[in-house]
């Protein structure tokens, strides 16, 4: 017997009670581990609510924060901020991060055999690897070095959403690969079959069966510039003016709750904010289960 099927030869215990027993034991770990994942968020977020909850009205979310030591005024231009640089990060990220996975899944393989090609393969997925382990202050540092200061843009929200493009780009790309990967591969022998090309048989089949999972990505990328702070303290300039183009300073909500908790003494505020932030994380993410449910609904017909 070779050891590989040495290894293979394992049973169960042959008592049934032990068995039983065994498997209770393991479903019981498992719904422990649950609970306390879930008991975990739970305590978070009524931490943040008892804190903040208070303090959020309909003046707290149409008031301008009024800047300085105080804390005083509201979080509207933040909000205003904050969705004009997902717009726009999302604009410069999708395109670019979707085209990357289609690649990477579709067409790397067959090109794999000629010249340098291979190399240029690997060395990309490589560098989406490692992309997507950096810190995000890297990114932040990166894109001060480069679009604020080399190419001139200076503070403003078009350097914070190329920044954070390059943040969310490894994210996008390696989902939109491995949503595509997730798609049987008869649905592209019967494209072929039927006399579709190579790129009929991606766009018009594959793509839109993996549309659930690249939209997922997305959304999940759109928590991410919501949730960070690090790549826009040093890109978006942190003004808590209303925002009138692209190229003005900004403040998103989570650099709104950073400035507050370190540089005032509005920390009921500040847990305000948050209380906002996360909810908005809240609905992002049931909002990926509603949007990945109706197009698989959609997908099987």
Known sequence: MSPNMERLDW?????????????RTAFGLLWVTGLISI??????????????????????????????????????????TTLILIVVTVAIASPLGIGAGIYMAEYATESSRRGIIPILVNAARAGV??????PSIVFGLFGYALFVTALK????????????ACLVLPVIIRTTEEALHAIPQSYREASLALGATKWQTTWNVVVPAALPGIITGIILSVGRIISETAVFYVTLGGSHNMPRSL?????????HLFYLATDTRAFDKAMATGVILVVSIILINLSINIISRR???????
Do not use: C, H
């Not at 690897?129 to 950096?134: D, I, K, T």
């Open 11 to 23: 049973k169960w215990p042959a008592s049934p009670s032990r068995r039983r027993w065994l498997q």
């Open 39 to 80: 008991g975990i968020l739970v305590l978070i977020v009524a931490f943040v609510w008892v804190r903040g909850g208070g303090q959020i009205n309909w003046a707290f979310l149409v008031t301008p924060p009024e800047g300085g030591l105080s804390g005083e005024g509201g979080i509207s231009t933040t909000i205003v």
């Open 129 to 134: 690897e490692m992309l997507a382990g950096v």
């Open 153 to 164: 843009l200076g503070f403003s929200i078009l350097s914070g959403a190329l920044a954070a």
């Open 247 to 255: 190229m003005d300073p900004g403040r998103t909500m989570a650099l």
């Open 295 to 301: 197009l698989r609904a959609k997908v099987r017909g």
